[in-house]
């Protein structure tokens, strides 16, 4: 079920090292390591601040039949919120459901959350109010191998939704051994097919990650299985959130530490960068 073991320490590391400016102002306050920040198996955490609410939430790969979310205030404590989505919400699919992207847009002055998430290796959207839900499902699948590039292996899992802040546009990457990108409609939970590419890059395997910044768009991503002792992080840039993307010599930027086994999988996998000053 859990093809991935990303420990959800990393992104605490990662986010408390983005935030401290504004975490740790006070002096007086010392950092405490609070590590997992939850019990149990919880891989592929997809990280969403939230301008409604001020808190920020967790959307881990962590229940068989659907998806729950964790918030914060302070990066500190964290709320069990319960299930956002399940299989009861899903009428196209009832297992394998992984790694989920999401984004908050504001329509007509009113706040919306579209979900985008794996159900056994197929990719759907569900529409909510809230971050933490309850997200309705479109009622049909968004991405299967019917959008599989020509000639290509892999399944299709790991959705990231990117909101372009040059164009304004809205991208949906995907793909597991092949890298898809497609621009959304404004509906958010269709595809402008005429857009869509393959943009696989050399040694692509799964977990995308996409971010823009100074001019350039930055493409991460996971090269090999997350159970080989290779695993590891890569990046490459663009000028265009369509590509191509050119990949960096300096690759890989992230991976296992030769002769750790645990800790070293806190260095690969499904991660999120978050800008400083973001609270």
């Not at 319960?82 to 329509?107: F, H, M, Q």
């Not at 299985?225 to 300096?250: H, I, N």
Request: aromatic share 14%; proline share 6%; glycine share 8%.
């Amino acid at each position: 079920f859990l093809r991935r073991n990303t420990l959800l320490s990393l992104v605490l590391t990662s986010t408390l090292a983005a935030f401290a400016p504004a975490v740790l102002a006070d002096d007086s306050v010392k950092p405490v390591e609070r590590n997992p920040i939850f019990p149990g198996q919880k891989a592929d955490p997809e990280v969403l601040y939230s301008q409604k609410t001020g808190r920020v939430y967790i959307y881990p790969t962590s229940e068989a039949n659907g998806f729950r979310v964790f918030s914060t205030d302070n990066l500190v404590d964290w709320k069990d919120e319960g299930l956002v989505l399940t299989d009861a919400d899903v009428s196209w699919e009832t297992r394998a459901y992984w790694a989920p992207s999401i984004i908050e847009k504001k329509i007509d002055g009113k706040f919306k959350y579209f979900f985008y998430f794996c159900a056994n290796e197929k990719i759907g959207v569900a529409v909510g109010d809230d971050p933490t839900g309850p997200f309705v499902d479109k009622g049909s699948v968004l991405i299967d191998r019917s959008l599989r590039p020509e000639g290509r292996n892999g399944v299709e899992i790991d959705p990231y939704v990117f909101a372009d802040p040059v164009s304004g546009k809205n991208y949906l990457y995907w793909g597991n051994s092949y890298l898809c990108v497609c621009e959304l409609n404004d509906d958010m939970t269709s595809l402008k097919l005429e857009t869509k590419r393959d943009i696989t890059p050399p040694d692509f395997f799964e977990g995308t990650y996409v971010f823009y910044r100074n001019g350039k768009y930055y493409l991460t991503w996971s090269k090999h299985d997350t159970r080989s002792v290779e695993y590891q992080v890569r990046v490459a840039t663009s000028d265009s959130p369509l590509g191509p993307f050119t990949k960096y010599e300096g690759n890989p930027i992230l991976h296992r530490t030769e002769g750790v086994v645990y800790a070293a999988k806190l260095e690969s996998g499904h991660w999120r960068l978050t800008p400083e000053g973001f609270l």
